[in-house]
Nanobody, 116 residues
Framework: QVQLVESGGGLVQPGGSLRLSCAASGNMFSINAMGWYRQAPGKQRELVATITTTGTANYADSLKGRFTISRGNAKNTVYLQMNSLKPEDTDVYYC??????????WGKGTPVTVSS
């Protein structure tokens, strides 16, 4: 079992930046990817970005160039740098991990609000 705790969400003006963090604990040895999804009320959860243990990143096409995913040196953390934020980026952002056996874990989410 992997436990995930997100942080860094909040209120930001359009055009601003935020950096989300996610710390993983528990059975991390079999994790082969970490990432971020987001979800608005009444909508399906959607991919933001993922990164494998070898550093290969994958992004939602609509977010390429504004969002950057990275892993910490300790390998149990993942970050999401979000720049040029727009009101439509307002969502709850969830950290996720995928293990080699296919098990997916989720954090409780951190809310991001982009508004003037």
């Amino acid at each position: 079992q992997v436990q995930l705790v997100e942080s860094g969400g909040g209120l930001v003006q359009p055009g601003g930046s935020l950096r989300l963090s996610c710390a993983a604990s528990g059975n991390m040895f079999s994790i082969n990817a970490m990432g971020w999804y987001r979800q608005a009320p009444g909508k399906q959860r959607e991919l933001v970005a993922t990164i494998t243990t070898t550093g290969t990143a994958n992004y939602a096409d609509s977010l390429k160039g504004r969002f950057t995913i990275s892993r910490g040196n300790a390998k149990n953390t993942v970050y999401l740098q979000m720049n040029s934020l727009k009101p439509e980026d307002t969502d709850v952002y969830y950290c996720t991990t995928r293990e080699a056996n296919g098990i997916v874990s989720w954090g409780k989410g951190t809310p991001v609000t982009v508004s003037s």
